[in-house]
């Protein structure tokens, strides 16, 4: 059981490139999140997703997009990659509102 | 505005002595609340929750403790093990399908 996996795990990106981060988990779950974590900071919520076909916006949405097709995947998009984003990402799934997130590895991007 | 704090950055123990690592929230809508434990290179790992209709949950030498009033909580760790040296995150969710995150304590336990 894979859990949820990330891709990729490092990536560098120059100032202006545009990326995908890969999410996929196998455990049906029907709720996904995108989390960025800067150095000494918490987890902060990029966007969210309650089911295939709907997302919504966290706390720090702006220079990303997600969606949502099918229940395992949900990628996440940097159009024009800026140096704030310069971060690691994880990506987390849940069975519900009150149950534990499982987190995939984290993807390490840095943009220069 | 910082909704879950956790006001210590770090902490250090002794092996074998109890490790007590805080969090405070300030959203009275917040009715789920959890511990992760973070290695480095990893993604974060499910420890213990509590919800808020209990004020203490325990999980072999992990206990969390839960003051409502006070908008705080604790997780105790007896005994700490060197492999429990590692960030802690406290989260907290409610009703919007949303969990939001303290900073982190890094604890270290020496043998």
């Known amino acids: 059981n894979a859990g949820v996996t990330q891709t990729p795990k490092f990536r560098i990106l120059k100032i202006g490139q545009s990326m995908t981060l890969q999410c996929a988990q196998d455990?049906?779950?029907?709720?996904m999140y995108w989390y960025r974590q800067d150095p000494g900071m918490g987890l902060k919520l990029i966007y969210y997703?309650?089911?295939?076909?709907?997302?919504d916006k966290g706390e720090v949405p702006n220079g990303y997009n997600v969606s949502r097709s099918t229940t395992e995947d949900f990628p996440l998009r940097l159009e024009l990659a800026a140096p704030s984003q310069t971060s690691v990402y994880f990506c987390?799934?849940?069975?519900?509102?009150?149950?534990?997130?499982?987190f995939g590895q984290g993807t390490r991007l840095t943009v220069v | 505005d910082q909704q879950v704090k956790q006001n210590s950055p770090s902490l250090s123990v002794q092996e074998g002595r109890i490790s007590i690592l805080n969090c405070d929230y300030t959203?009275?809508?917040?009715?789920?609340f959890l511990w992760y434990k973070k290695y480095p290179a990893e993604g974060p790992t499910f420890l213990i929750s509590i919800s808020s209709i209990k004020d203490k949950n325990e999980d072999g030498r992990f206990t969390v403790f839960l003051n409502k009033s006070a908008k705080h909580l604790s997780l105790h760790i007896v005994p700490s093990q060197p492999g429990d040296s590692a960030v802690y995150f406290c989260?907290?969710?409610?009703?919007?399908?949303?969990?939001?995150f303290g900073k982190g304590t890094l604890l270290t336990v020496n043998p």
């Open positions: 997703s309650v089911g295939a076909g709907i997302t």
């Open positions: 987390a799934s849940t069975a519900g509102v009150h149950t534990e997130a499982f």
């Open positions: 455990m049906n779950h029907n709720y």
């Open positions: 959203n009275s809508m917040f009715d789920y």
């Open positions: 989260a907290a969710g409610g009703s919007n399908y949303k969990l939001t």
